[in-house]
């Protein structure tokens, strides 16, 4: 089809259908009584066809009649040589991305410089002005400072006197604390009434002027680990019921201790776990990450 003489060169697209269609009655299967070279004429029509009815091909097909001598034997079609895309230029990309930093730079400096400036100008959480002391457990609190706290308690000393550093337990009082490990490095109050007491990573929690929650993510202060009863186990795992020795002695110190309402209750948190205690026994557990060894 592509050199037959019912088809001129440089054919449009209704002369090509036009003898599509008498090539294809003419050469069919269904009407040449399964002649194969008929059979083989119809599939080199059909492939003409294909290719002239493709603007892409058809222009290749054009320029080789322009080009290439003509000859009466068939000539398979020849892909067109596909333009070169032009060489990429590094440099420039490398110039855009410099230009995209330093416009997002000079966007996002003065955002970040505004969110530091309003988050200082926030009014915090806790009040450092007045503290509530308990002088009596159970009693009515007094405001004072963090300065006329400390001159009552130093008033109380001989010159020169370092309070001791002394373990301290869940339930101790407020001046109790403060005689075992000093003065903290800051005193905050929140509108609950909560004292917290920071010493550098380390956090202590009052509540109704006694340790509530011990909390330390670093430096550890001497929390009375020692007065739980040291009871020592050969088991690799615990369960309800174990003592919060044995606790301590599978999973270590907990970052935080915490009361609870219940007699002698107390809930350890660990990474991922925590384990509820009463009366030292383990009356339960989450053991979200799998990390407590515990038999289930």
């Given at each position: 089809?592509?050199?037959?003489?019912?088809?001129?060169?440089?054919?449009?697209?209704?002369?090509?259908?036009?003898?599509?269609?008498?090539?294809?009655?003419?050469?069919h299967p269904?009407?040449?009584?399964?002649?194969?070279?008929?059979?083989e004429?119809?599939?080199?029509?059909?492939?003409?066809?294909?290719?002239l009815?493709?603007?892409?091909?058809?222009?290749?097909h054009?320029?080789?009649?322009?080009?290439?001598?003509?000859?009466?034997?068939?000539?398979?079609?020849?892909?067109?040589?596909?333009?070169?895309?032009?060489?990429?230029?590094?440099?420039?990309e490398?110039?855009?991305?410099w230009?995209?930093?330093?416009?997002?730079?000079?966007?996002?400096f003065?955002v970040?410089?505004l969110?530091?400036?309003?988050n200082?100008?926030?009014?915090?959480?806790?009040?450092?002005?007045?503290?509530?002391?308990?002088?009596?457990?159970?009693?009515a609190?007094?405001?004072?400072?963090l300065?006329?706290?400390?001159?009552?308690?130093?008033?109380?000393?001989?010159?020169?006197?370092?309070?001791?550093?002394?373990?301290?337990?869940?339930?101790?009082?407020?001046?109790?604390?403060l005689?075992?490990?000093?003065?903290?490095?800051?005193?905050?109050?929140?509108?609950?009434?909560e004292?917290?007491?920071?010493?550098?990573?380390?956090?202590?929690?009052?509540?109704?002027?006694?340790?509530?929650?011990?909390?330390?993510?670093g430096?550890?202060?001497?929390f009375?680990?020692?007065?739980?009863?040291r009871?020592?186990?050969a088991?690799?795992?615990?369960?309800?019921?174990?003592?919060?020795?044995?606790?301590?002695?599978?999973?270590?110190?907990?970052?935080?201790?915490?009361?609870?309402?219940?007699?002698?209750?107390?809930?350890?948190?660990y990474?991922?776990?925590?384990?509820?205690?009463?009366?030292?026994?383990?009356?339960?557990?989450?053991?979200?990450?799998?990390?407590?060894?515990?038999?289930?």
């Amino acid at each position: 089809m592509l050199q037959n003489p019912e088809l001129p060169d440089f054919a449009g697209a209704d002369q090509i259908k036009a003898a599509y269609r008498r090539l294809a009655k003419r050469y069919h299967p269904d009407v040449n009584g399964g002649d194969k070279r008929l059979d083989e004429l119809f599939k080199q029509v059909q492939h003409a066809y294909d290719i002239l009815t493709d603007p892409y091909t058809k222009s290749a097909h054009d320029n080789r009649l322009r080009y290439v001598p003509p000859t009466t034997a068939y000539i398979p079609p020849q892909p067109a040589a596909k333009p070169q895309a032009p060489a990429y230029d590094y440099r420039a990309e490398r110039r855009f991305r410099w230009q995209a930093g330093a416009v997002l730079a000079a966007i996002l400096f003065p955002v970040i410089a505004l969110i530091i400036a309003t988050n200082q100008d926030e009014t915090p959480e806790y009040n450092i002005a007045l503290l509530t002391v308990y002088d009596q457990p159970g009693g009515a609190g007094r405001q004072v400072t963090l300065d006329e706290f400390l001159a009552e308690q130093l008033n109380k000393t001989q010159p020169g006197y370092e309070p001791p550093r002394n373990a301290f337990k869940l339930g101790d009082t407020f001046d109790s604390v403060l005689m075992k490990l000093g003065p903290p490095t800051s005193m905050l109050e929140n509108a609950s009434g909560e004292t917290l007491l920071k010493y550098g990573a380390t956090s202590i929690t009052l509540h109704d002027g006694r340790v509530w929650e011990y909390a330390h993510l670093g430096d550890s202060l001497n929390f009375a680990y020692t007065t739980y009863d040291r009871e020592k186990t050969a088991s690799t795992h615990f369960a309800a019921g174990a003592t919060r020795s044995v606790v301590l002695q599978l999973q270590g110190k907990p970052l935080i201790v915490r009361r609870t309402d219940v007699e002698g209750g107390e809930i350890w948190v660990y990474p991922g776990a925590t384990v509820s205690f009463a009366d030292d026994r383990v009356v339960g557990f989450a053991n979200d990450d799998g990390s407590l060894r515990v038999t289930e």
